[in-house]
């Protein structure tokens, strides 16, 4: 079958071998191993998505959907093949990879997800990094790859249609090509820092580990996580223009914008099922609701009997779109307010999934501005 081949290596195996010790020095493999010297770099991680890639509510109930497939998941997931219970080796058929019980499996490294080695396991078991100038306990593997966006392609960039009803649809990295951008992912994605790797270690230009992206939790935001959140500068910068003044009756123009101004890449990019929603609101000067809108900026798909692509309005790379808006104005003053939010999946969908308490959305802005009458 030649839908394998097209998949790529990453999904037909674990990027971490079976069995695999530790490296030298290290007592062991795990995130928490890591952080009792990478204090910083493990606290930031573990708020992050990649953190949550394993134990993701909606994750968890999508991968028990359809069992035989479950293991390509895995190997994007926890891709380290010890966080897998069962071993498995593709044969190109999808839902019959050759299946063992895997005896070095480790259920609280499956619990970390996308864990410090699915990025930084080197050559022969040494600790891939970008300096070559440390002195680590443990082997280091000198790669001054680790600071190119190939090292996230792997998992973001993976298009594919394995069956009918069972897709991949992550192009963000070559939506990041096509944008002729000339920063990486890390560079937005993994903000510098000046601080030391390790407690009482020299200071270094340190790449901050929180991956933040739509800044959509995954569970609700714990105390200590707030202020990591807010550091969250969403891409789209929203602005309303509007005339100052216009006379009860007549015909008023305005417009919405949203301009995609800090990703190199479509926003939203990456699942299929996250949109952006803005909603205009259009209030008289009792409060009473005039008039609404709604603009939903995503893709569409159907997913039965075959997954398909029907539409795709998100917003380009410094892309502006108008989305203009008109209404008679009110006797007295008129008051225009503005809601836009990012959602990973629809109320309706999360409903249907059973995901009561699971945060579907973000706030990427909210205000409002008033007309007042002419005199
Ligand atoms: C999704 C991939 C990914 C994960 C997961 C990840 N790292 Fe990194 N890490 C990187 C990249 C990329 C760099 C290189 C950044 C640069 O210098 O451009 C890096 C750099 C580092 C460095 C060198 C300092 C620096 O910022 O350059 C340390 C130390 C480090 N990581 C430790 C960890 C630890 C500990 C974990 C787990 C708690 C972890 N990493 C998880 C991708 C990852
Ligand atoms: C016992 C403490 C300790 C543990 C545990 C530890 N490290 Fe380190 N690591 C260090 C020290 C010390 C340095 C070098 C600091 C310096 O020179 O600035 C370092 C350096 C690094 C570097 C940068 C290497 C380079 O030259 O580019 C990376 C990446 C890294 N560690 C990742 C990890 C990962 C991933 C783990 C867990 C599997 C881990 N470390 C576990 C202490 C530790
Ligand atoms: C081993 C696979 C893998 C690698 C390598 C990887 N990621 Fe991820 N990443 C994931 C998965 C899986 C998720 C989503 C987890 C979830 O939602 O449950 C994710 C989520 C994210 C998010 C969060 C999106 C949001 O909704 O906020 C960002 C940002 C991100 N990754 C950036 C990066 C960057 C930058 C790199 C490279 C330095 C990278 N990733 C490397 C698998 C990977
Ligand atoms: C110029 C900065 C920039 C670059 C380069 C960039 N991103 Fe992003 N990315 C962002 C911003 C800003 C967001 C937040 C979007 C939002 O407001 O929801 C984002 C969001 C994301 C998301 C979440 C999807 C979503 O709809 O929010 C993922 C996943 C992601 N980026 C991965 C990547 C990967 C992988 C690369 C490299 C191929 C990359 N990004 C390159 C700035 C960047
Ligand atoms: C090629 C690697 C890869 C494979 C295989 C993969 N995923 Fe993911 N998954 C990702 C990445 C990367 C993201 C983050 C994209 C984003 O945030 O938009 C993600 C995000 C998700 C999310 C969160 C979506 C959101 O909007 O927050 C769910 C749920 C998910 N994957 C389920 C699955 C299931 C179930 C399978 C197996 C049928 C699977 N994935 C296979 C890489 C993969």
């Not at 191993?33 to 509510?57: F, L, N, P, R």
């Not at 959907?65 to 998941?73: E, R, T």
């Not at 390790?198 to 200071?203: I, Q």
């Amino acid at each position: 079958m030649t839908l394998l081949l097209l998949m790529g290596a990453l999904w037909e195996s674990p990027r971490v071998p079976a069995g695999a010790s530790a490296p030298t020095g290290l007592a062991g493999m795990q995130a928490s191993d890591c952080g009792s010297c990478h204090q910083e770099i493990y606290k930031e991680w573990q708020v992050s998505i990649h953190a949550h890639a394993w134990t993701d509510m909606q994750f968890q109930k999508e991968l028990n959907k359809d069992p035989d497939v479950a293991w390509l998941c895995m190997n994007c997931h926890t891709p380290a093949a010890d966080q897998q219970p069962e071993r498995t080796v593709a044969t190109g058929d999808v839902r019959n990879p050759e299946r063992s019980v895997n005896p070095s499996y480790s259920q609280s490294w499956q619990q970390e997800g996308v864990t410090c080695m699915s990025c930084h396991w080197g050559q022969g078991g040494a600790i891939r990094g970008p300096y070559g100038d440390t002195s680590a306990p443990h082997p280091v593997q000198h790669d001054p790859g680790l600071r190119d966006s190939q090292v996230c392609m792997g998992c973001h960039q993976a298009v594919a249609q394995v069956e009918d009803t069972l897709v991949c649809a992550f192009n963000t990295g070559v939506e990041w090509q096509e944008s002729g951008s000339d920063q990486s992912c890390q560079s937005c994605h993994m903000p510098k820092v000046e601080r030391p790797l390790v407690p009482g270690g020299p200071v270094r230009e340190v790449r901050q580990h929180l991956f933040l992206g739509s800044g959509i939790p995954k569970n609700s935001i714990e105390p200590g996580e707030e202020d990591y959140y807010a550091q969250l500068k969403p891409a789209i910068d929203v602005d309303l223009q509007l005339p100052e003044r216009a006379a009860s009756g007549t015909l008023v123009r305005g417009t919405l914008s949203l301009h995609n101004a800090r990703a190199d890449h479509y926003v939203p990019s990456g699942d299929p099922e996250r949109y952006l929603l803005a909603r205009v609101q259009v209030r008289d000067a009792q409060g009473a609701l005039l008039t609404q809108s709604t603009a939903r900026m995503g893709q569409r798909w159907v997913w039965w009997p075959k997954a398909e692509r029907l539409a795709d309005n998100r917003i380009a790379p410094d892309e502006r779109r108008e989305l203009p808006l008109s209404f008679a104005m009110p006797l007295g003053a008129a008051t225009v307010s503005v809601l836009v939010e990012h959602y990973r999946m629809s109320p309706e969908n999360a409903e249907y999934h059973a995901l009561e308490g699971y945060p579907i959305k973000t706030e990427i802005a909210a205000f409002s501005q008033s007309i007042g009458p002419t005199r």
